[in-house]
């Protein structure tokens, strides 16, 4: 079936890539939409609720810098600083900044704004009633937006006689597309991508064929580029992690994005085995004066931990004139340039700044035991060929 040349995309789309409109795979779709014409939907529930996100995340992000400054108070002896005027004039040019981005994106498409008329609010209380998708069990009230932009999507389908690609990682709204044939579910923006590049470049699927049998190429350079990403420990920002090494990538997800010649972009999902040397105070045995803002821990947690990662990134590779063998590969683009590791290095008790506990000296406060991780499923370096 081909695809709905109609789109609605849900709110947790633009959350997932953080309003960033300028992110690889956000310019990728916008182009292939251009070639397409696609018209995008709209509705009423969804506009105020990117809007009511913007605004909060926006506040957010200003908090992060007050925040900031709090902890750290010698940054405002950094020349590149903002003065406190500056600090709480930036949540509201923060939202004008990405509203800005957000009303340029619209401008890519042709934009039907749909609002309620269509919709029988009697059927969306049964719904909820029947806790019919997109409500479920819990926290019902919290659907009703959904329900709007569902009911307001197949209003808009039966009245144009056409169907609508609903692109949304939420599973009660990949649900409820399940009960009306108008709506179309796709679970992300490169899947849908994917299919529209499809109709127009058949070579997708010998791509994806080499992807699946032969993806060592990729994988090399995903291990080699992974390791130039910043890391901090999530206990404590402030800590050190050095010593990065990957021990295995598996390639979990891939999304042919763009074919230009023999040079294809691919959206690609992985999986990261890797270790990594990390130190930081222990906050178990901290010792804090909020009077004189004095922070100090009497144990450092240093040591070798090893952690997993599970990453998006876009990639452009080159095949040769089959399409059946990677030529080239360029770098790694990550989603988010920052991995947290969660794993808890020992007490270093060698560190020259404390000597090991005596019988005089009191054993610090047990930790509590970090929840269960899954182990890495193999040490090697040798990359796993899979796909999905």
Known sequence: MPTPLNILIDTCIFDQYGYNFSSPVLETFVAVAAIKKLILILPDAIEREIRRHINEKS?????????????????????????????????????????????????????????????????????????????????KQKEFPDAFAIASAVAYCKK?????????????????????????????????????????????????????????????????????????????VNGDVSDVEVKHVRLTGARVLEIHGHECTVAIHARVDFSAYVSYGDPDTMVVDSSEDFRMAIFQRAGTVTE??????????????????????????????????????????????????????????????????????DSSTAPEPSTE
């Open 59 to 139: 506040h957010e992000a200003a908090s992060a810098l007050k925040r900031a400054r709090r902890d750290a108070p010698l940054l405002s002896k950094w020349s590149h600083w903002q003065t406190n005027e500056v600090i709480k004039a930036a949540p509201a040019e923060i939202q004008t900044k990405v509203v800005g981005d957000w009303e340029q994106f619209l401008k890519n498409f042709k934009v039907e704004k749909i609002g309620y008329d269509g919709i029988d609010m009697a059927e969306i209380m049964d719904w909820y009633d029947r806790h019919r998708a997109p409500f479920g069990e819990g926290q």
């Open 160 to 236: 144009m006689n056409a169907k609508v690609a609903v692109v949304s990682s939420d599973p009660d709204l990949r649900r409820a597309c399940g009960l009306h044939p108008e709506l179309l579910h796709f679970p992300d923006l490169p899947a849908l991508t994917e299919a529209l590049v499809a109709e127009l470049k058949p070579q997708i699927f010998a791509i994806k064929e080499t992807l699946r049998a032969h993806p060592e190429p990729l994988l090399v350079q995903m291990n080699q580029d992974f390791t130039e990403l910043g890391f901090y420990p999530e206990e404590d």
């Open 308 to 377: 997993r990662a599970h990453v998006s990134a876009t990639i452009t590779l080159e095949f040769d004139d089959t399409w059946t063998t990677i030529l080239s590969v360029g770098h790694v683009k990550f989603e988010d340039q920052y991995v947290a590791v969660e794993s808890r290095p020992p007490i270093d008790y060698d560190s020259e700044e404390m000597d090991e506990p005596t019988d005089d000296t009191p054993d610090p406060p047990s930790p509590d035991e970090p929840p269960d991780r899954e182990p890495p499923d």
